[in-house]
Every structure is written in structure tokens, then in C-alpha cells.
């Protein structure tokens, strides 16, 4: 028992001597208050820098801009288009820095130009999709963009038309005396070699028809730079002749097929007739259903005209059979024929015995007339 008694002390005086000496204050070198220092001042000044422009007392900061098509995703009243937006810019207080970081946190590194996106109707930055290159004092930062951007469409002639999209970028905090945006090269709007065509949109993406255009923008009291690139697509038009322009040219010609029909069979023309109005209706109300679009259901359109002008010849068809009708009708009327009389009865050619004893009575006595004249 006595010895029991005294492990248990000695196992309460070592943990006491424990915790006294974990509740001593850590002895440091002074190495490791200059790394703390050192850190301290190295955090500090990366936050500075992120807050604030490169120094350049002289001119603003340039920044070129290069965009590579990744994919089209959707068109119609929108484009929606994914892509790689590329900046370069020099910082000098990043001279002797090199650096490569990719992910989430490269945007946080160093200071990157707060570019936004101008009449986009959303967008999306892929977090993960990103990479900051720093050599030397020059700063690459690319990163995956997706934006749904408004397309206009040529309303006249669709849909044989070619529609645009804008895509416009600017600097939303920093003037054109403070930053300043620059088309990288004269090409700065990309297409990878291995970019396929958007057929599955409807559309066809004309690669060699890109346009790049900068100006200034002045938003009182402030100048704001802008850059504007507009990519083009054509409509595919295959299957609007598959659908509308063929069927409704069908129609007219099955329309006046009625003018070969007996006039006197009106039921079967007029149902022809009006079976070709009926279905020349269901065709322009779907061809205005289909097209979602608020611009181009305003607008007259060459597949407006044309479905209007078959509509008008299968209305004429039809009022050219009534006419021909009523012409019909009223001259049978003026010039009315006789009533038909019922025919003649058919003589009974069955003699019988007493029709043939009175024949010859009728013969002798002719006979015995003409022998009494003679005499």
C-alpha cells in the first residue's frame, strides 16, 4: 500500500513540473526574429502591392490583352463563349521576382488589372482555370473566362443573315491616365488550330472576319479605355429551306391545282383551297414561335416577304375558283334549258290472235272496194 502511495506522488510531481515548464516563455534566437521580421515586411509589402498601381510617375500602365476561343456553347438572342483572356503588363517592383503559380490563389500574388466585362449579360471567372508568370518585372496572368454576351443579327435578310457579337472589356476603377488597355497584336483574337465549327448551334463561325477596335469612353468626370472585339457568325440556312420555303412553295403549286379540277365539282376545290390557306397560316405563326428573338419578329424579314406573297397566291387561287364558280353558276341560270319530257311508251309488238283477224278483215275489205270501182 505505502508504495502504491508514493508512485502516485511521484506521478503527480512530474506532470506539476510539466506543465510549470510548458507555462515558461520560449526561449528565440535572433535568427528567428529577423525571419519573423523579414516575413512580416515581405506580407506587408505584397499587400501594398496588391492595392496599389505599379509606380510610373510618367505614363499610365499599359496592359495588352490577347483572347483565345476556347468553345461556343449557345447562340441565339445571346452568345454564350468561353475563352482565355491574357494580360501582360510590367510591374517594377517585381524585378527580381520570378514566379510561376497556378490555381486559386495566383490572382492574389500580385497586382492584376481589375478588367470587367461591358454589356456581358453574366460571367463566370474559372477559379481554378488561372496562372500568374512573374520574370523580371514583366507579369503574365491569363485566366478562363465565360461570357453571355448580346448578338445583332441582320433582320432583313434573315436566314440568309450574319449576326455579331460584341465582346467589350474596360478597367472598372482605373481612369485612362491611370490604365491603359492595349490590343496585344493586330490578331489579338484567337482561334486554336484544332477549333472545330459551331454547326451544332445553328451557326458558322467566320474565323478570318474578326474585328479589334479601341477607343475612350468618358463617363463624367472620368476617361475610361476601352477595347471591343466582335466575332461573326453565319446562319445556317439548310433548314429553313427544308422547313418553310419548300413546304410553302408545295402549297402554292397544290393551290392552283384546283383550276384542273371539273368545275362543277366545287366541294373537292373548295376544300382544297381552303386546307392550303389553313396551312399556309400554321406555317408563318410557327415560323414566329420558333424565332425567339424580339429584333427579328419587329423587322420584316426575306422569309416574312416570302411566306406572305405564297399566302397571297394561295389566297387568289381560292378567290379565283369562287369567281369561276359564281360565273358558272349565273349563266346556267340566265340561259335555263326545257323541262325534260318523259320519252314515249315502247309499243307492245306481242300480236295476238284477234288483233290478226281484224287486220285481215280490214285488208278484204279494202280489196272488195277497189274490185266494185273497177266494175
Same mark, same amino acid.
Given at each position: 500500500?505505502?508504495?502504491?502511495?508514493?508512485?502516485?506522488?511521484?506521478?503527480?510531481?512530474?506532470?506539476?513540473?510539466?506543465?510549470?515548464?510548458?507555462?515558461?516563455?520560449?526561449?528565440?534566437?535572433?535568427?528567428?526574429?529577423?525571419?519573423?521580421?523579414?516575413?512580416?515586411?515581405?506580407?506587408?509589402?505584397?499587400?501594398?502591392?496588391?492595392?496599389?498601381?505599379?509606380?510610373?510617375?510618367?505614363?499610365?500602365?499599359?496592359?495588352?490583352?490577347?483572347?483565345?476561343?476556347?468553345?461556343?456553347?449557345?447562340?441565339? !438572342?445571346?452568345? &454564350?463563349?468561353?475563352?482565355? /483572356? *491574357? #494580360?501582360?503588363? $510590367?510591374?517594377?517592383?517585381?524585378?527580381? =521576382?520570378?514566379?510561376?503559380?497556378?490555381?486559386?490563389?495566383?490572382?492574389?500574388?500580385?497586382?492584376?488589372?481589375?478588367?470587367?466585362?461591358?454589356?456581358?449579360?453574366?460571367?463566370?471567372?474559372?477559379?481554378?482555370?488561372?496562372?500568374?508568370?512573374?520574370?523580371?518585372?514583366?507579369?503574365?496572368?491569363?485566366?478562363?473566362?465565360?461570357?453571355?454576351?448580346?448578338?445583332?443579327?441582320?433582320?432583313?435578310?434573315?436566314?440568309?443573315?450574319?449576326?455579331?457579337?460584341?465582346?467589350?472589356?474596360?478597367?472598372?476603377?482605373?481612369?485612362?491616365?491611370?490604365?491603359?488597355?492595349?490590343?496585344?497584336?493586330?490578331?489579338?483574337? !484567337?482561334?486554336? &488550330?484544332?477549333?472545330?465549327? /459551331? *454547326? #451544332?448551334?445553328? $451557326?458558322?463561325?467566320?474565323?478570318?472576319? =474578326?474585328?479589334?477596335?479601341?477607343?475612350?469612353?468618358?463617363?463624367?468626370?472620368?476617361?475610361?479605355?476601352?477595347?471591343?472585339?466582335?466575332?461573326?457568325?453565319?446562319?445556317?440556312?439548310?433548314?429553313?429551306?427544308?422547313?418553310?420555303?419548300?413546304?410553302?412553295?408545295?402549297?402554292?403549286?397544290?393551290?392552283?391545282?384546283?383550276?384542273?379540277?371539273?368545275?362543277?365539282?366545287?366541294?373537292?376545290?373548295?376544300?382544297?383551297?381552303?386546307?392550303?390557306?389553313?396551312?399556309?397560316?400554321?406555317?408563318?405563326?410557327?415560323?414566329?414561335?420558333?424565332?425567339?428573338?424580339?429584333?427579328?419578329?419587329?423587322?420584316?424579314?426575306?422569309?416574312?416577304?416570302?411566306?406572305?406573297?405564297?399566302?397571297? #397566291?394561295?389566297?387568289?387561287?381560292?378567290?379565283?375558283?369562287?369567281?369561276?364558280?359564281?360565273?358558272?353558276?349565273?349563266?346556267?341560270?340566265?340561259?335555263?334549258?326545257?323541262?325534260?319530257?318523259?320519252?314515249?311508251?315502247?309499243?307492245?309488238?306481242?300480236?295476238?290472235?284477234?288483233?290478226?283477224?281484224?287486220?285481215?278483215?280490214?285488208?278484204?275489205?279494202?280489196?272488195?272496194?277497189?274490185?266494185?270501182?273497177?266494175?
Amino acid at each position: 500500500m505505502t508504495m502504491l502511495v508514493i508512485l502516485l506522488l511521484y506521478v503527480h510531481l512530474a506532470a506539476t513540473v510539466t506543465r510549470a515548464l510548458q507555462a515558461l516563455p520560449q526561449t528565440r534566437t535572433w535568427r528567428d526574429i529577423e525571419r519573423e521580421t523579414e516575413s512580416f515586411h515581405n506580407i506587408r509589402n505584397r499587400i501594398r502591392r496588391q492595392n496599389t498601381l505599379p509606380p510610373n510617375p510618367s505614363l499610365p500602365v499599359n496592359v495588352t490583352v490577347n483572347l483565345v476561343f476556347e468553345s461556343v456553347r449557345e447562340i441565339g !438572342v445571346d452568345a &454564350t463563349i468561353d475563352f482565355y /483572356v *491574357e #494580360y501582360k503588363w $510590367f510591374d517594377e517592383r517585381e524585378k527580381d =521576382t520570378d514566379v510561376y503559380l497556378s490555381g486559386t490563389d495566383s490572382k492574389d500574388y500580385a497586382w492584376t488589372p481589375d478588367i470587367y466585362f461591358l454589356l456581358s449579360r453574366s460571367t463566370e471567372y474559372s477559379a481554378m482555370s488561372q496562372y500568374l508568370i512573374i520574370e523580371n518585372g514583366s507579369v503574365l496572368f491569363d485566366q478562363k473566362v465565360s461570357v453571355k454576351i448580346p448578338c445583332i443579327p441582320d433582320a432583313f435578310m434573315y436566314p440568309f443573315d450574319t449576326i455579331y457579337c460584341n465582346i467589350v472589356l474596360s478597367s472598372y476603377g482605373y481612369t485612362s491616365d491611370q490604365l491603359s488597355l492595349q490590343w496585344a497584336h493586330d490578331t489579338s483574337i !484567337v482561334f486554336p &488550330t484544332e477549333y472545330h465549327d /459551331v *454547326e #451544332y448551334t445553328g $451557326f458558322y463561325m467566320l474565323q478570318n472576319r =474578326t474585328e479589334q477596335t479601341r477607343y475612350e469612353a468618358i463617363y463624367p468626370p472620368n476617361k475610361y479605355t476601352i477595347l471591343q472585339g466582335t466575332v461573326y457568325f453565319e446562319r445556317l440556312y439548310s433548314v429553313y429551306i427544308y422547313q418553310m420555303f419548300i413546304p410553302a412553295t408545295f402549297l402554292v403549286g397544290l393551290s392552283w391545282i384546283t383550276f384542273w379540277i371539273n368545275p362543277q365539282a366545287t366541294p373537292a376545290r373548295a376544300a382544297i383551297g381552303v386546307t392550303t390557306i389553313l396551312t399556309m397560316l400554321t406555317l408563318n405563326t410557327n415560323q414566329q414561335q420558333d424565332n425567339n428573338s424580339a429584333y427579328l419578329n419587329i423587322k420584316m424579314s426575306l422569309m416574312d416577304m416570302y411566306l406572305w406573297i405564297c399566302f397571297m #397566291y394561295v389566297i387568289a387561287a381560292m378567290v379565283m375558283f369562287s369567281v369561276s364558280d359564281y360565273t358558272l353558276s349565273s349563266r346556267g341560270t340566265a340561259a335555263s334549258p326545257p323541262p325534260l319530257t318523259p320519252p314515249p311508251p315502247v309499243p307492245n309488238h306481242d300480236i295476238s290472235s284477234n288483233h290478226i283477224q281484224a287486220t285481215e278483215k280490214l285488208i278484204k275489205h279494202a280489196n272488195g272496194s277497189h274490185i266494185a270501182k273497177v266494175g
